[in-house]
């Protein structure tokens, strides 16, 4: 009979067990990935099969893995990204995260679509895959270097700057919770604290490199799908563009009289902004309608961090100034990245990746930090020494309440003068905890640990849901963001998926047409169960894809379903690649049951619900009603809102139940 | 005799408001910061028919009053969230009026 041969994918997955040194290919049935598509869906997979539920995270027994998905290393625009998998240490929960770059189809160039990782090296070792061969080779010299070094030197002992590179800093190797891994020296497989994970193995990096091609079912209908989102997208108009401009442009205002519809060009101006600032470009808006948390959750924009004279100043134009040259991801016509310089001053730097919205949030908002060449700095030096940009800053902004609030002395914040926007001290801070060095031992593991650790009432400065600290996205203004912190596996997370980016008025519901779906009102906490749920399976289709989460946010209508039926030759409609996005979804909650958590333990803080409410600002007097928004996404998805439980109902409609049948047996 | 009175060029311009307009609006990316004069406390709708006109815009005005749901208007940080038609706040010295568009974010 004819090996089955999987379009779209490599077809096998690579097991290394790092105590033993051993490597293992797996080959991966059609039938897995057609129901766990790629990314972190293949990932949890296997994790809950072959990973012992009570697995402590830091130890052996965890399993680390790299995945990608079917869109990876093709022609498909705007699909680069890649995604960590294990259980995470922060949370003690299933962990995943997302990182951009050119890793992950290096990855699959070498042959594999997933690595996963058992054990742990006797010593420091990094993987190299290079060309077909594979090695584990000594990372001893490499361990205690930054992340950045890594790489250079990683390729000048390789003899090929072609390798790419995922890789621990020191964060990493000192198991800091927030630590996170880094690849293309600043794109981060940042939150879960998966970093940790890499250390606590051993395993300092990885470095790819191959010539295998991905096998595509067709090319030529992948090549126009492209087309569209490059025509759609494209900020370069053709010369046919531009003639048909010139001829129809008299004639606009008469179109308009006559209510001729005309395309909408705003999708055009987000990617503008993107290209132009990156998500710089959101900042000062952000910050002074509190879409940004202000001073650790607690402040109001206007008093604390005003547009005119604070949030502006590290917001687009103040952020681009001093890009040397744009970034871009692999296959990215957006390209939103960028390298940065600073000249000269007590933050000089020759060359940094910029930072991006949420980085700007956590050292600027969240901080009251308004200097910008110091956030530079704390991004930089949080991908060197591998760090969580929104964990990293959120503790900060921790670290300095307690010093506000008299938890700390000066001397015992070992002479740090932590005050809100002291921007030295804030560098200072965090150079510490990448060392572990002083008071910077009690900050490193995120806020949870250090209240933990600190005591004295300062549990109510830690802004976090079940360890991880909230993303840059403030709940009493948009909502639903609360129910995605708290009901998705990884809580705190805002890149999965929900009903907030609705309430915002970003995109559009009849996208999923054919359900009839009630009119999104920003504060109304019924009705907003079933939305909030098709948009998260379908944000998990567009992660384990491997596409970027800002191509379908910017052009609500890319042909992400066709893309995927074009590298793999099935016929999913949207409702099939909605089906595996919740099974996705269902299994990473099961993973969580299966670990003992209930819906109780994802609690968000009093203070991102608004209780008490600010008493002035963009969101004066809003609380909201957490628990009505979770429960109606539970009730949505079939779970049991107490136990968390999914129905037997809900786990035969996905092809769950042999799967998780542990699960059902020991809940019964 | 005609007797000629020179106007008072300076005319009372009794307030001076703060204006932010940073985002993304019906396809227009604006960032703007400026003050707005106006000879009296003014209604709030009326002031973005001034937006309008000062930016050589046809913005505000074309939406009547009832903004898009991603648009956030601020009075002196506080959110404004009737139509802006059935607002009764009159904008006087000193006041601040922004107006932004939630882009989302990363």
């Known amino acids: 009979m004819a090996k089955e041969i999987s379009k779209g994918y490599m077809g096998k997955i690579l097991w290394v067990d790092l105590s033993t040194g051993t490597f293992k290919e797996e080959e991966v049935p059609t039938r897995e990935y057609r129901q766990f598509l790629g990314g972190y869906g293949l990932g949890v997979k296997y994790l809950y099969e072959r990973l012992s539920p009570g697995a402590e995270p830091l130890g052996p027994d965890n399993i680390l893995g790299f995945t990608t998905g079917p869109l990876n290393h093709t022609s498909a625009l705007g699909c680069g990204r890649y995604t960590v998998v294990a259980k995470s240490p922060l949370t003690n929960t299933w962990g995943d995260a997302n990182s951009g770059g050119h890793f992950g189809p290096a990855l699959k160039s070498a042959g594999y679509d997933a690595i996963f990782f058992l054990g742990k090296s006797p010593q420091p070792v990094y993987l190299c895959l290079n060309d077909g061969m594979m090695e584990l080779r000594d990372a001893s010299h490499l361990w205690g270097k930054d992340t950045n070094e890594t790489e250079d030197q990683i390729c000048r002992e390789l003899g090929d700057n072609r390798f790419r590179i995922a890789s621990i800093g020191p964060a990493g190797e000192k198991q800091s919770l927030i630590a996170c891994i880094i690849n293309d020296k600043g794109r981060a497989a940042a939150r879960s604290g998966l970093g940790a994970v890499m250390g606590s193995k051993n395993l300092k990096a990885m470095a790819v490199k191959g010539n295998e091609k991905t096998p595509i079912a067709d090319e030529a209908l992948l090549g126009k799908l492209n087309k569209i989102i490059r025509d759609k997208l494209s900020l370069k108009p053709s010369k046919l563009q531009d003639f048909i401009m010139m001829l129809v442009k008299p004639l606009m205002p008469l179109l308009f009289r006559l209510k001729v519809p005309l395309p909408s060009p705003d999708f055009k101006l987000v990617n503008q902004i993107f290209q132009d600032y990156g998500t710089s470009g959101l900042v000062s808006t952000s910050c002074e309608s509190q879409d940004a948390p202000i001073k650790n959750w607690r402040g109001i924009a206007y008093q604390d961090f005003p547009m005119g004279k604070k949030s502006s100043k590290i917001s687009d134009d103040n952020v681009i100034k001093y890009q040397v040259k744009k970034f871009a991801c692999a296959k990215c016509i957006v390209a939103c990245g960028g390298i940065m310089e600073v000249k000269e001053g007590a933050y000089a730097l020759s060359q940094g990746h910029k930072p991006e919205y949420e980085t700007l949030a956590s050292f600027g908002a969240v901080c009251l930090n308004d200097d910008v060449e110091s956030i530079i700095m704390a991004n930089d030096l949080c991908n060197r020494y591998g760090f969580d940009t929104i964990s990293a800053g959120a503790t900060i902004a921790f670290a300095i309440e307690c010093y506000e609030k008299g938890v700390f002395s000066q001397a015992q914040l070992d002479g740090l003068d932590l005050t809100w926007g002291n921007?030295?001290?804030?560098?200072?801070?965090?150079?510490?905890?990448?060392?572990?060095?002083?008071?910077?031992?009690?900050?490193?593991?995120?806020?949870?640990?250090?209240?933990?650790?600190?005591?004295?009432?300062?549990?109510?400065?830690?802004?976090?849901?079940?360890?991880?600290?909230?993303?840059?996205?403030?709940?009493?203004?948009?909502?639903?963001?609360?129910?995605?912190?708290?009901?998705?596996?990884?809580?705190?997370?805002?890149?999965?998926?929900?009903?907030?980016?609705?309430?915002?008025?970003?995109?559009?519901?009849?996208?999923?047409?054919?359900?009839?779906?009630?009119?999104?009102?920003?504060?109304?906490?019924?009705?907003?169960?079933?939305?909030?749920?098709?948009?998260?399976?379908?944000?998990?289709?567009?992660?384990?894809?491997?596409?970027?989460?800002?191509?379908?946010?910017?052009?609500?209508?890319?042909?992400?379903?066709?893309?995927?039926?074009?590298?793999?030759?099935?016929?999913?409609?949207?409702?099939?690649?909605?089906?595996?996005?919740?099974?996705?979804?269902?299994?990473?909650?099961?993973?969580?049951?299966?670990?003992?958590?209930?819906?109780?333990?994802?609690?968000?803080?009093?203070?991102?619900?608004?209780?008490?409410?600010?008493?002035?600002?963009?969101?004066?007097?809003?609380?909201?009603?957490?628990?009505?928004?979770?429960?109606?996404?539970?009730?949505?998805?079939?779970?049991?809102?107490?136990?968390?439980?999914?129905?037997?109902?809900?786990?035969?409609?996905?092809?769950?139940?042999?799967?998780?049948?542990?699960?059902?047996?020991?809940?019964? | 005799m005609i007797l000629w009175l020179p106007k008072n060029k300076h005319q009372a311009i009794a307030h001076e408001i703060e204006v932010n307009i940073m985002g993304l609006f019906d396809g227009k990316f604006l960032k703007e910061n400026f003050t707005l004069k106006l000879s009296q406390e003014t209604p709030v709708e009326e002031v973005l028919q001034l937006i309008d006109k000062k930016l050589g815009i046809n913005l505000f005005t074309k939406f009547k009053g009832e903004l898009p749901a991603n648009w956030v208007m601020l009075v002196n940080g506080d959110r404004l969230d009737l139509p802006v038609k059935d607002s009764t706040l009159l904008l006087k010295s000193k006041d601040q009026l922004s107006v932004l568009s939630i882009l989302g974010g990363g």
């Open chain 1, 423 to 668: 921007h030295a001290a804030i560098i200072a801070l965090l150079k510490k905890m990448g060392e572990r060095d002083g008071v910077g031992n009690i900050f490193a593991d995120g806020v949870r640990l250090a209240a933990q650790r600190i005591g004295k009432g300062s549990e109510a400065y830690a802004i976090h849901v079940a360890g991880q600290e909230l993303a840059m996205h403030d709940p009493r203004l948009t909502p639903s963001y609360a129910a995605t912190y708290c009901t998705d596996a990884t809580p705190a997370r805002h890149t999965q998926g929900g009903a907030a980016y609705f309430e915002a008025g970003l995109l559009k519901s009849v996208f999923f047409v054919r359900d009839n779906l009630p009119e999104m009102k920003r504060y109304d906490y019924e009705n907003k169960g079933k939305l909030h749920v098709l948009q998260s399976n379908y944000m998990h289709v567009i992660n384990c894809a491997g596409m970027c989460m800002f191509y379908p946010l910017t052009y609500q209508d890319v042909p992400l379903v066709g893309m995927i039926n074009a590298a793999t030759g099935w016929n999913l409609t949207l409702d099939d690649a909605l089906e595996i996005g919740e099974r996705i979804h269902t299994l990473r909650h099961c993973f969580n049951l299966r670990e003992g958590f209930l819906p109780k333990d994802f609690q968000l803080p009093l203070r991102a619900m608004g209780s008490p409410p600010l008493t002035a600002g963009p969101t004066k007097g809003i609380t909201i009603d957490v628990d009505t928004l979770n429960r109606n996404v539970y009730l949505e998805r079939g779970w049991d809102p107490i136990s968390g439980m999914p129905s037997a109902k809900t786990i035969q409609k996905l092809g769950l139940k042999e799967l998780v049948d542990d699960l059902v047996v020991a809940k019964k």
